[in-house]
């Protein structure tokens, strides 16, 4: 077995992931572990999961990942964006359907960026990213803004809504294809 | 004369800094340089202030000061906060007044937070609060959330509508206040 320690604080985002990464990648064990790392406040996700894996990995030395999602609202110049999570703690779901009442172009998108850290000290970046929009109101019972995100290829419901099947289609889900076919190409004898 | 360098993009920052610095301290020369530091995502402007300076002193050697400052309010759990700058390039004055659309709690807090570096490398961390509320609609010509937050000390007038004023009784000001007593201290013969 391959040990992949995943760095979060979400217990959420270790349900996804572990059951996402073990069915692409049996190989591969996810264990999670709530390391306080300083996140940087830059303006991409991508940045912001690099600068943390980097530093995670200096304290494991281990081959490690950290996940950074967020969520950009076109009328809203990509608002909440890589301060999701501030943002939601903050004002929540009210507050951003709040900020939408009467704008017709209710257009996001979820973004995932995934940093690995391999062994050797090999950083890499991968993203998912799912188009979709902001319904008119909270809908199903889900963690941070899955019950006001409505992916394209849901047909009509929110990330709340559909459970389970949020992670077949979801931003992280594709982030994690994508980790997941680097790490079994390179763990294949 | 004393020359300490300010760290920002701001040009606002720059014009209010240099007028009450020179002014509070008249041995020293403000001279601004904009220079890109990365910011950490941190829950605090002291401490968003005092890495960005370290990172500053490191590159440049010399007396250096950051200034980073938000706007919290009360009824939406300290939003925007530490993330102010990125909220208001985003959702902007007319996003927050949405947001505060029929809430009778406006209570908000302005906050400062300098960060000094001196040519020995000691760090300094000076801050500035104003308590005040949100007004119900922006008033004045100001930068930032100038126009919609009103000082408890400002006779009802937002800090845009307050002009020069704004700089006498401002939460940067009482920052400042603090940095130039310390550094006419320790510049006196």
């Given at each position: ?50 600068e943390a894996v980097k530093e995670a990995f200096k304290l494991l030395g281990k081959p490690v990942m950290v996940e950074d999602a967020g969520m950009f609202i076109d009328a809203l110049n990509g608002f909440p964006g890589p301060y999701s999570s501030y943002v939601f703690k903050t004002i ?98």
């Open positions: 077995m391959y040990e992949l320690i995943f760095v979060t604080s979400n217990p959420h985002k270790v349900r996804e992931v572990k059951e996402i990464v073990e069915r692409l990648a049996p190989k591969v064990n996810v264990k999670a572990l709530n390391l306080e790392l300083k996140e940087r406040q830059l303006d991409s996700v991508e940045e912001i999961a690099e929540g779901n009210k507050g951003i359907l709040r900020l939408m009442e009467g704008i017709e172009n209710r257009k996001a998108t979820f973004k995932s960026a995934i940093a690995f850290c391999s062994q050797e000290g090999l950083t890499l970046i991968f993203t998912g990213t799912v188009k979709g929009e902001i319904s008119l109101e909270e809908r199903g019972e889900g963690w941070g803004f899955d019950p006001i995100f409505i992916p394209e290829e849901g047909g009509g419901k929110t990330y709340a809504e559909l459970g389970p099947l949020k992670n077949e289609i979801s931003h992280r889900r594709r982030a994690l294809e994508k980790l997941a076919t680097w790490l079994s190409s390179t763990l294949s004898p």
